[in-house]
């Protein structure tokens, strides 16, 4: 079992909607939580970190359960902009700290 | 601030060539690595150096070799390109102080 998982979609909406992402971790002593973004032949950039408490930026909402062990990525408003890879990233606490990248959830956005 | 830059972007080998992988970053960061990404797969942690003169194996380092050359440096070697190793190559690096790493533009490898 992959150490992060997320659905690789894609995600198929239109300007305007709300799409969300989810993403589940199996380790236990997964200690740091974020999202990054990826446009096509591009570098990962840092879009949010995830709070266990649920943390909003502008449009975007991220949030954790960590009894669950997942974590989630929502996009009110859907810009034709936001058309990009996510990345799910965990940070392993395991004597060292050990940054686990998810393969990323597609997203399209359509006019 | 150039960033993380990495040299080259694109480049083809035949199997069996050697070629390095050249990073550099100019944030005065500790901590540099090098990933690989595949279709489908997370990125995944090549070497990694937690501060000039040290480096250590990551998930994924059979066939590769590093270099902390200096602070700003981080070079990866391809002793000897295997079909296997095709892919995208990036560099990152970060503080001693933050988990966000900044990432490189990426070099495109394909090894015929």
């Known amino acids: 079992r992959k150490e992060v998982e997320q659905d690789p979609g894609p995600f198929n909406v239109p300007e305007g909607a709300t799409v969300a992402f989810n993403c589940t971790y199996s380790?236990?002593?997964?200690?740091?939580f974020f999202w990054y973004r990826q446009d096509c032949r591009k570098e990962p950039k840092l879009l949010m970190s995830?709070?266990?408490s649920g943390n909003e930026d502008g449009r975007f909402t991220a949030q954790l359960n960590r009894a669950s062990q997942y974590i989630s990525l929502l996009i009110r408003d859907s810009k034709l902009s936001d058309s990009a890879t996510y990345l799910c990233?965990?940070?392993?606490?395991?004597?060292?700290?050990?940054?686990?990248f998810g393969a990323g959830t597609r997203l399209f956005v359509k006019a | 601030n150039a960033g993380v830059t990495q040299t080259p972007k694109f480049q083809v080998l035949k199997t069996g060539q050697s070629m390095t992988l050249q990073c550099a970053q100019d944030?005065?960061?500790?901590?540099m690595y090098w990933y690989r990404q595949d279709p489908g797969m997370g990125l995944r942690l090549i070497y990694y150096?937690?501060?000039?003169?040290?480096?250590d194996k990551g998930e994924v380092p059979n066939g590769y070799n590093v270099s902390r050359l200096n602070k700003r440096e981080f070079s990866l070697r391809l002793e000897s390109a295997a079909p296997s190793q095709t892919s995208v190559y990036f560099c990152?690096?970060?503080?001693?102080?933050?988990?966000?790493?900044?990432f490189g533009p990426g070099t495109r490898l394909t090894v015929t």
């Open positions: 990152a690096s970060r503080t001693g102080m933050a988990y966000e790493q900044y």
């Open positions: 380790n236990s002593a997964s200690q740091s």
């Open positions: 995830v709070y266990s």
């Open positions: 990233v965990v940070i392993l606490n395991t004597g060292g700290f050990k940054t686990i």
């Open positions: 944030m005065n960061h500790n901590s």
């Open positions: 150096s937690a501060s000039e003169g040290t480096t």
